[in-house]
Every structure is written in structure tokens, then in C-alpha cells.
């Protein structure tokens, strides 16, 4: 159904069949032109395709519609972060069946010149691993093509240098004029926990009798809004 207009603006109005072949009506206004109606409509029927017969940054959606139910709300703003700024520019136009291995090396190729930190590059290149890996297991893609580019970067980071117990009594001595600082230094230092940890401790973690501190939450800024999540990961909740 073709774009209609909508005073000023123009309407997008058009039949689809949802997941479970159900006939449903979707309605969407406040577009500016007649294309860019038209390009939402086109866009939103290849996002209900069941095949892989659809352009690259269209099944992005698809995947992140699924993965978002699943993930950390946190991992799915990294995830979302990475694929809009370093993947979906170069793909987004693609179909995702016509993606080869070559395309793959042509973009990691891009990546390295950009003089991005090896983990970094490891870290980019294995998102789009996971979204072709996706498309392998759910939509019958016949091979993941990052497989076959091989990876690029690595996934260890050079060693870090961590102050000695004399190079933190050294540095102690300036926070003692902030004694929350000095507090907060103390309990990063010698418990290893995580800064968004030690920011979402309360009271209630602290047993002083027994010496003990309860990690089982973490402080993070997400959009804008201050959220308490659980850990990074499961085995992250300890004593």
C-alpha cells in the first residue's frame, strides 16, 4: 500500500503477517517525504522475513530484537554501540546471503589501518562473528564468513602494571584530606573489586563483626540514568 499523505506530513499504512502468520495492520506517521515513508514500510517487511534474502543492516535489527531479551541491558548497549559506529556503515546496503569472505577481510583491512588497539579489534570482529553465527543456527546461513577471513587482533591485552604495595602507601598520604576517596582507594585496592562494585555497595554488604563484604550488584550509567545491575557475570557474586 502506497504512502499516503497525512496533512504537511505522510502516513506509512500497510498489511504484514506477523511470526504466527496472524494478518495485522501497521500504521506509521510523521514522515517528511513520501520516500522516506516508503523506505520504513520496505524496511519493516524485510525485518518479518523469515529468509536471509534481506539487506545486512535490516537482520541487525532482527538480531538485536531477539538478543535483547536475552542480554544485559549493558552488553546490548555495547553491542548496539559497536555495530552502529564500526559494522553496519560498511554492510548496511548488502544483502545478508551475498555477504563473501572477502567482504569480511576487506573490512577487518579498514579496522587495522584505523590503528585500533588489538583487543579492540578483536572485540569488533567477534561481534559480527556472533551475528553471522546467529544467522547460521536460525536462518539456515550455510557458513559464517568471519570464520573463513580468520579473526584479527588479540584477546589478551599487553600486562598491566599494578602499584606495589610501597607505590600505594605512597600515593595514600594525597586522599587525606577526602576521606571517602580515601576510603573508596582502600577497598578497590585491597579487595580487587570492580569500581562500578564499590559504587553499589550499602550498608547492608558490610557485616563488620565478621569482616566481610557482599558483592552482589553493581552501579552502572546507562542513557543518561543511573541503574543497579547484577554483576558482570555470574561467578562475579562473592564474598
Known amino acids: 500500500m502506497p504512502a499516503t499523505r497525512d496533512g504537511k506530513?505522510?502516513?506509512?499504512?500497510?498489511?504484514?503477517?506477523?511470526?504466527?502468520?496472524v494478518r495485522r495492520k501497521k500504521n506509521k506517521r510523521g514522515f517528511k517525504t513520501k520516500g522516506e515513508a516508503d523506505e520504513w514500510e520496505r524496511n519493516f517487511l524485510q525485518q518479518q522475513q523469515k529468509n536471509?534474502?534481506?539487506?545486512?543492516?535490516n537482520f541487525v535489527e532482527i538480531y538485536f530484537a531477539d538478543m535483547e531479551n536475552?542480554?544485559?541491558?549493558?552488553?546490548?548497549i555495547n553491542k548496539r554501540y559497536v555495530f552502529d559506529l564500526k559494522v553496519t556503515p560498511y554492510f548496511k546496503h548488502k544483502k545478508m546471503c551475498e555477504?563473501?569472505?572477502?567482504?569480511?577481510?576487506?573490512?577487518?583491512?579498514?579496522?587495522i589501518k584505523k590503528g585500533y588497539a588489538p583487543t579492540y579489534l578483536k572485540s569488533i570482529n567477534n561481534q559480527l562473528a556472533a551475528l553471522f553465527n546467529y544467522a547460521v543456527r536460525y536462518y539456515d546461513l550455510r557458513d559464517n564468513p568471519c570464520r573463513k577471513a580468520g579473526s584479527i587482533g588479540k584477546s589478551k591485552a599487553d600486562e598491566m602494571d599494578f602499584w606495589t604495595k610501597q607505590e600505594f602507601k605512597e600515593f595514600l598520604p594525597s586522599m587525606d584530606s577526602k576521606p571517602e576517596a580515601r576510603m573508596a582507594f582502600l577497598l578497590l585496592y585491597w579487595t580487587g573489586m570492580r569500581i562500578g562494585e564499590l559504587l553499589a555497595l550499602t550498608y547492608e554488604d558490610i557485616d563488620l563483626e565478621k569482616r566481610c563484604i557482599t558483592i552482589n550488584k553493581s552501579y552502572q550509567r546507562l542513557n543518561g540514568k543511573d541503574m543497579i545491575t547484577p554483576p558482570k557475570t555470574p561467578k562475579s557474586n562473592r564474598k
Do not use: C, V
Not at 506530513?9 to 502468520?21: A, E, N, P, V
Open 9 to 21: 506530513l505522510w502516513r506509512s499504512q500497510f498489511y504484514y503477517k506477523d511470526w504466527q502468520g
Open 52 to 57: 536471509l534474502d534481506i539487506n545486512f543492516e
Open 70 to 76: 536475552r542480554l544485559r541491558e549493558s552488553t546490548i
Open 99 to 111: 555477504i563473501q569472505t572477502s567482504d569480511i577481510r576487506a573490512w577487518q583491512n579498514e579496522l
